[in-house]
């Protein structure tokens, strides 16, 4: 891996982490509690969610095998990115990655995904091999995936549901104002 990518790989895992606890500015455990009418998904959840995809991604880094060659294909790491961030598009969760009640807390909950985001910046910093001759499977892409689409897909996530707590927030906020 080239610095240039690994630094700009660095510097998105982090923007991507601080749009997340932006999103929560304010928020305390009850709001994070509450869904909206319409139902869907608390704040909470949509955090429980982060921080358990955030661990299951870092599987995938860390499970990779070399293939021996590299498998870059910057178009489809592009489009998963896009996709990932996009929330018009909705994207069903894999039934291991749904909110379960795992966190008490909001607190509780972005602490699991800090931790598990500080692993993975960790496994960019020290790794010395080409990410897209890593290969692994990923249940919601079909055929291999290289490690660089497993961290364009960790970066977009936190941004996705940022997005979407910015609309439960919304959503909240009306109805707290018709009442």
Do not use: Y
């Amino acid at each position: 891996m080239l610095e240039t990518e690994r630094q700009e790989l660095l510097r998105s895992l982090n923007a991507g982490c601080e749009t997340l606890r932006e999103s929560l500015a304010g928020v305390d455990d009850d709001l994070a509690k509450r869904k909206p009418a319409s139902g869907g998904w608390s704040i909470l959840e949509c955090v429980e969610h982060v921080a358990v995809s955030e661990r299951f991604l870092l599987s995938r880094l860390t499970n990779a095998s070399s293939s021996g060659q590299s498998l870059e294909n910057r178009a489809r790491e592009n489009w998963l990115a896009e996709r990932a961030a996009d929330r018009s598009r909705p994207i069903e969760s894999p039934e291991v990655a749904r909110p379960a009640g795992r966190f008490g807390s909001l607190s509780e909950a972005l602490g699991d995904f800090d931790l598990a985001r500080a692993e993975t910046v960790r496994f960019v910093a020290g790794f010395a091999d080409e990410l897209r001759s890593r290969i692994i499977d990923h249940p919601m892409i079909p055929g291999p995936v290289n490690c660089m689409e497993i961290l364009h897909l960790a970066i977009a996530h936190p941004v996705r549901h940022a997005k979407q707590i910015a609309e439960i927030r919304a959503c909240l906020n009306s109805a707290k104002a018709q009442s």
